[in-house]
């Protein structure tokens, strides 16, 4: 679950599956580079797609915090955290071996960075650098094309425009702290993103397919923003009133 606060009386919260819809809209413009061959930009499309299929039992129902209020995606008990990436994970292998890939090196750059619990998080990012290993190796076995994908170049160049997209997508919707400088495909590009006002935004160089790109991302509106338990927010959670959230990605 996404939380957004937008004054002080109440939230906006945003479905993380809704969210990748938003990261894999975005994406499906982006102009391929020469590099990616176009079944792999196809795979990758579909990754950022579903990266969060994990959350999607907890949107239906999510959680609280100690405070009454929704368990925002960047702070939550470190157990029900690493139950939901192991979840993503685990749907995303059963539809491609990379998706799990990159979503668990992806996780791992995460906890590396932010994690919150400090050495309690130890254990988890070394579950992860084992499973990443363990398909990399099998993956390096193969007698196919896809031991190119393995390689660390280019392994990071796809993290690193999985990475771009999904953040990007968080960022327009103000559920990360403004980042106007991005890099993208390990360091080849970098874009400038500016914040117009009203929903509007603009990156430069210019990167898509299209001439502008408008997105329209579904939240919830809550009139509180802390509840006294669990299934009084839930109560609240069912009655909420839908808010679109549109966003204008134009040329700098």
Known sequence: MIV????????????QIDHAHMAWEIAKHWQRPDHIEAQTWDRLLD?????????????????????????????????????????????????????????????????????????????????????????????QKRDSADRSLVEPAKLAALLSMFTFWDGLSLTLIKALPWQADWQYEDGRS??????????????????????ELSITLEGLQMPQSSWDDRPSFLSSYELAQPIMTHVQIQAG
Request: net charge negative.
């Open 4 to 15: 957004v606060k937008p004054s002080q009386s109440g939230l906006i919260l945003y479905r």
């Open 190 to 211: 970098m874009f400038h993103v500016q914040d117009q006002g009203d929903g509007f935004f603009s990156i430069s160089p210019w990167p898509m397919s299209v001439p």
């Open 47 to 139: 990754i950022i797609a579903h990266h969060d299929d994990g959350w999607l039992s907890h949107d239906h129902a999510p959680t609280l915090d100690q405070h009454g209020s929704p368990n925002n995606f960047k702070l939550m008990p470190l157990q029900l955290h690493c139950d939901i990436w192991r979840r993503s994970i685990a749907l995303a292998m059963n539809r491609d071996w990379l998706g799990g890939l990159l979503i668990a090196m992806y996780a791992t750059n995460l906890y590396k960075a932010y994690g919150q619990h400090g050495e309690a998080d130890q254990p988890f990012i070394n579950e992860l650098a084992q499973l990443t290993s363990r398909i990399i190796v099998q993956t």
